[in-house]
């Protein structure tokens, strides 16, 4: 395993799956029962926007610093860039530093809701343990994600959501090592919410995980979101991303609908950037 996040911190992609992070778990947190956030693939928690890695690419400069600067802001996406704020020293001409998921969940959670997270890379797991040290609330495990799903689920809460937002270094083998580990996921269990980021480049590559999450979710919602900055007809670079989520809390959809037109217009690169929020149904 290659991937460093280190080289994408804060960038499109981020922008629209920790927004919808915060949204799912804002949302499933307006019942008072404990919930168990579960991430499988963590990274390294809180990334360095002035590293050799993010000076490299760039790539926040066109996610998160967009954002950053806007004003008007629906609330869903005001709350994660307050959130966003929080991690900057009071010193920092700008932003400085990006927070991944367990950061971003760390914030949210209640004193009663717990969770797991994996991260298989050694360097990357060993920050995480350093970022989260001495909240109990969380279990940190240095292992496969996808494998975690199979030993660690279902944890002792009834409700929870589970974020499975892989590197996709195996291009479109990462999607069938995902529906294997959903199959046995939502078996074990079915009251949780499951959310799994994917990137676009091919349109054709991401019907048959679509086409397959419509078959074998048997009687759950499926909801996905989507956002392209160009038109998704080319393999050879990023065209965008989407968020397919099991089980959405009630009325998801509607935020979404509120939200991503304004993500996509903030951070357009062309004209032929686009969004759209669909739901999955079987025939």
């Not at 660690?152 to 995902?178: C, M, N, S, T, W």
């Not at 995980?209 to 392209?228: K, N, P, Q, T």
């Not at 007809?233 to 959809?253: E, H, K, M, T, Y």
Request: charge should be neutral; include cysteine.
């Amino acid at each position: 395993m290659n991937y460093r996040h280190g080289f994408h911190a804060g960038n499109f992609a981020d922008v629209f799956k920790h927004a919808a992070l915060i949204g799912l778990l804002d949302a499933l947190q307006a019942k008072p029962a404990a919930l168990c956030y579960f991430d499988t693939h963590a990274g390294r928690a809180l990334y360095d926007l002035h590293s050799e890695q993010a000076r490299k690419t760039q790539e926040h400069a066109d996610g998160i610093q967009r954002v950053l600067g806007a004003t008007r802001l629906p609330r869903a996406l005001q709350r994660y860039v307050d959130l966003v704020h929080a991690f900057q020293p009071a010193t920092a001409a700008g932003i400085a530093f990006y927070p991944g998921s367990p950061l971003i969940a760390q914030r949210l959670l209640r004193d009663d809701d717990r969770a797991i997270v994996c991260e298989l890379h050694e360097e990357e797991a060993a920050a995480l343990r350093e970022a989260l040290a001495g909240d109990a609330r969380f279990a940190i495990h240095q292992r496969d994600g996808y494998a975690a799903t199979k030993a660690l689920l279902p944890p002792p809460q009834k409700r929870g959501l589970v974020l499975v937002d892989p590197p996709f270094e195996a291009q479109g083998a990462e999607f069938e090592r995902i529906q294997d580990a959903l199959a046995q996921a939502w078996t074990r269990w079915p009251n949780a919410t499951y959310a799994v980021w994917y990137p676009i480049k091919l349109r054709e590559t991401i019907v048959p995980f679509h086409r397959w999450l419509r078959d074998a979710a048997g009687r759950a919602d499926v909801l996905v979101g989507e956002l392209l900055l160009h038109p998704d007809n080319s393999g050879l670079r990023l065209n965008g991303c989407g968020l397919a989520i099991v089980n959405p809390p009630w009325q998801f959809d509607r935020a979404l609908e509120e939200w991503l037109p304004v993500v996509r217009e903030l951070l357009a690169q062309s004209r032929y950037g686009s969004s759209r929020v669909q739901w999955i149904k079987r025939d």
